[in-house]
């Protein structure tokens, strides 16, 4: 439901602007002076704030708001904050800094804009409104520019972000957040959009509130200075990251020095200096340590390695910022306006013709404020692998899921997947999802496939496979959450993707050829690897040959068979009748034609064999008993098959499941995060054989693997309204934690002399099975229950 305030709220915008003119992004700056007097009553002044394309929001030099959220035209969010705290009697101003990405360009591959720029800020009380309008002043921040693309770093690879600045001191902006400054030589704002008369024309951004919470900006700490190439002591660089003095760098002195977070964060950094006229200060973020290529700077990627992340006899790469003292003659302050990601952080600093003084440097943790509930104690092991997981998902959430934060920031359906349902897993809070689940379908176009990526700031390549895993998205969220009303809003969707898929099956009955303009992907596997064609580099070479692949057809039967089960969920049984029949047919038809010799074939009369058609044959049901455990057996066995990626691993974990074959297989399963761990990474890589990014969301699948399959914690029935409780006990000797269920929080513990304890905050039914027993119970709040090994064999179960 749209607000009333909304049809009154007008944008406004610096008159003169050209989008031809912006390479990238320019910034812009607005303010707004006000009188205030205290109201007699009034217990807040609600302001409400968006912009195209981002905006930080001031009141009286504060920082009051940071938005808009991700969205898209037709939800073009506003934040609404309280500026109350931030008054003061007299004369207060509010202002924002905007940054506008053009229209024109690619800019930031996940920050929507449309064809106008506009600031829209909304207040009105007791007869005082501070609404944008044309008494605005305002003017283009020109001392601050995103680097242009011609000076990227393609050893990166393809510049996502577009966000990493050139900035100098600019003394005539002093305080130009504050009251009192000087804007006479600033503009009047103007309106960008006016409606046509007798037309019924809306303006261009569809206004919706923020659908999640602010992101808070935490104080956040830099660890250790790791080495220093200068003349001043490690000491008192030492001494400056703990805010216990300020560092002098005398004219002309170019000093380096590397300071270390004790693990990859995301945040904003300030640094701030007085003096150092003609000074510049290279500021360079990087995820770790890796082998040196000879070269800082190519036009093209290389081949990166990397090992020991902590090595710092290895070189840093990454983005950098860069400030440029003018003036110098009094104090001064440098901030990216965007978050940073980084583990290691090297100033470069040349001195100008006067002392430059390091007066302090510090950070501002931020992500999403997901409020955690569970909690394992499991060993030392086990437990670091889960704090690892859990740093990797939360420097992959903020204002949508994220595949990576340093290097794209994108939302990914396939990513995002498995980060919705890690969260399911850890906390109550399923807002974020719900905000994903509506903009992939948002996204839907009219061939029924949702975008593979979105809220995106420039078309994307579309990736077919990753609509199927929307279908998965839906089924969680019902499994988690049984909110029919979800499943029902999104059944559409699931029939456009699932019937994109229908009409692409082959004279074999088999999902065929995808539109030439789509990049088919299944996973990044090194025997898939076309050198120079990226777009080819991701799907076994029967696909290449043939159109066919036994992976696309496997995704969809799975996808039909979740889609089956939520149509049955809300009532849906004629449609779900017709998915399972669907999938049957399809069955068949892999069976007919991609089997042979024991084997899954990557496509018809392939020569080619993977773990992704086996282990997606297992969780299709293509093939199931007895004959369904020798082949995972095979699977884990046959080195020659294409292994599954960091990101697959997570359905290998699931195919073993199934089959009966987790407790035996998981010690060797694990294997992959124990040598991260050796290598020092604090949070997941993207993916073992390619070294680009140190921190990605799809790879801390450890965290479903604790709670549903050491711990055992899973929803017997959608919602929780039944708990199962199925430990593995023989994997640990003794564990204990508490979990978040949407019935109760559950605790689960056990010793290995004192057999089974379970307790639940709730009055709950559960089943609680052990050595392939189950035992179906009702918990009483707060009461204990044990169970034990040894009396298995007595129990009574249905």
């Not at 007008?10 to 303010?31: K, M």
């Not at 991700?70 to 939800?75: F, I, M, S």
């Not at 979800?486 to 059944?491: G, P, Q």
């Not at 790879?699 to 050491?710: G, L, N």
Request: hydrophobic share 35%; with cysteine.
């Amino acid at each position: 439901m749209v607000s009333s305030w909304t049809k009154s709220a007008q944008w406004i915008w610096a008159p003169n602007y050209r989008e031809e003119d912006t390479h990238v992004g320019r910034y812009f700056l607005f303010r707004k002076t006000f009188q205030w007097t205290a109201l007699a009553g009034v217990s807040e002044f609600p302001v409400h704030v968006s912009a195209d394309s981002r905006y930080r929001l001031y009141v009286n030099g504060q920082r009051a708001s940071f938005g808009p959220c991700k969205g898209y035209a037709e939800q073009w969010h506003y934040e609404t904050v309280d500026i109350l705290p931030y008054l003061k009697e007299g004369e207060n101003v509010i202002s924002a800094r905007v940054l506008r990405y053009s229209f024109l360009k690619p800019g930031s591959s996940s920050i929507i804009r449309i064809e106008l720029p506009g600031l829209m800020v909304y207040g009105e009380i007791e007869g005082l409104s501070v609404a944008t309008d044309e008494t605005w002043r305002c003017v283009e921040e020109t001392s601050r520019q995103i680097v242009p693309y011609s000076e990227w770093n393609f050893i990166l690879g393809p510049p996502f972000l577009s966000n990493h600045e050139r900035t100098a001191e600019a003394p005539e902006l002093t305080g130009w957040e504050l009251s009192g400054f000087d804007d006479s030589n600033w503009e009047n704002a103007i309106f960008p959009f006016r409606p046509a008369k007798m037309l019924p024309m809306t303006s261009p951004w569809r206004l919706a509130p923020r659908p999640i919470p602010a992101l808070p900006e935490v104080p956040g700490r830099f660890d250790r200075v790791v080495k220093c190439d200068s003349s001043i002591a490690q000491d008192q660089w030492k001494s400056f990251i703990e805010r216990d003095g300020p560092v002098v760098i005398a004219p002309g002195e170019t000093v380096t020095v590397d300071i270390e977070v004790s693990s990859l964060t995301t945040g904003f950094i300030t640094l701030q200096c007085s003096g150092g006229k003609g000074s510049e200060v290279i500021i360079h973020y990087a995820e770790c340590y890796e082998k040196d290529l000879g070269v800082e700077v190519a036009p093209f990627p290389k081949p990166r390695s990397k090992s020991n992340r902590a090595d710092s006899s290895g070189r840093l790469y990454g983005i950098k910022d860069f400030y440029n003292v003018v003036d110098g003659q009094s104090e001064h302050t440098f901030e990216p306006f965007w978050f940073r990601t980084f583990r290691y952080i090297q100033l470069k600093i040349t001195g100008g013709g006067q002392p430059l003084t390091l007066r302090s440097f510090t950070l501002r943790e931020n992500n999403y404020p997901l409020e955690i509930t569970t909690e394992i104690q499991a060993g030392a092991e086990l437990d670091n692998i889960w704090n690892i997981s859990l740093r990797t998902l939360q420097n992959c959430r903020h204002e949508t899921y994220e595949d990576c934060p340093f290097y794209e920031q994108n939302q990914f359906v396939s990513d995002s997947r498995l980060q919705m349902l890690f969260t399911y897993q850890l906390s109550s809070d399923d807002r974020l999802a719900r905000k994903t689940l509506q903009e992939f379908h948002a996204s839907q176009g009219p061939d029924g496939l949702i975008k593979a990526q979105f809220p995106a700031g420039f078309r994307s390549t579309q990736i077919p496979q990753f609509s199927l895993y929307f279908v998965a998205m839906v089924y969680d969220h019902m499994h988690y959450f049984a909110d029919a009303a979800i499943v029902r809003k999104y059944l559409s969707t699931i029939d456009g993707i699932l019937n994109h898929f229908n009409e692409r099956l082959n004279e074999f009955g088999l999902v065929g050829r995808f539109d030439r303009d789509t990049w088919p992907f299944i996973d990044w596997v090194p025997e898939w690897s076309v050198p120079g064609k990226i777009f080819e580099s991701c799907m076994p070479r029967a696909y290449t040959n043939t159109g066919a692949a036994t992976f696309n057809s496997l995704l969809y039967i799975v996808a039909l068979m979740q889609a089956a089960e939520v149509c049955t969920f809300v009532g849906r049984n004629d449609t779900a009748r017709e998915y399972t029949a669907r999938a049957d047919a399809l069955r068949s038809a892999v069976n007919r034609h991609c089997y042979k010799d024991g084997l899954y074939l990557d496509g018809p009369s392939a020569k080619e064999f993977s773990q992704h058609s086996q282990v997606f044959a297992i969780l299709s049901e293509s093939i199931t008993g007895t004959a369904a455990k020798e082949l995972m057996s095979r699977t884990l066995e046959d080195t020659s098959l294409a292994k599954c990626s960091y990101s697959m691993k997570f359905y290998l974990f699931r195919a073993v499941e199934k089959v009966g074959l987790y407790t035996q297989s998981f010690s060797n399963m694990i294997e992959p995060w124990r040598r991260m761990i050796a290598d020092n990474l604090t949070t997941w890589a993207e993916f073992e054989e390619n070294a680009r990014s140190d921190c990605h969301g799809w790879s801390a699948s450890p965290v479903h693997e604790i709670v549903t399959q050491v711990f055992g914690v899973s929803p017997a029935l959608p919602g929780f309204k039944k708990i199962r409780i199925a430990p593995r006990m023989e994997l640990l000797d003794s564990a204990s934690g508490t979990f978040f269920t949407s019935a109760a929080d559950v605790s689960v513990s056990w010793t290995k002399e004192g057999g089974l304890e379970v307790k639940a905050t709730a009055d709950v039914d559960v089943e609680v099975v052990l050595d392939g027993v189950s035992l179906f119970q009702k918990l009483e709040k707060g009461k204990a229950v044990a169970f034990s090994r040894k009396e298995v064999s007595c129990w009574n179960y249905v």
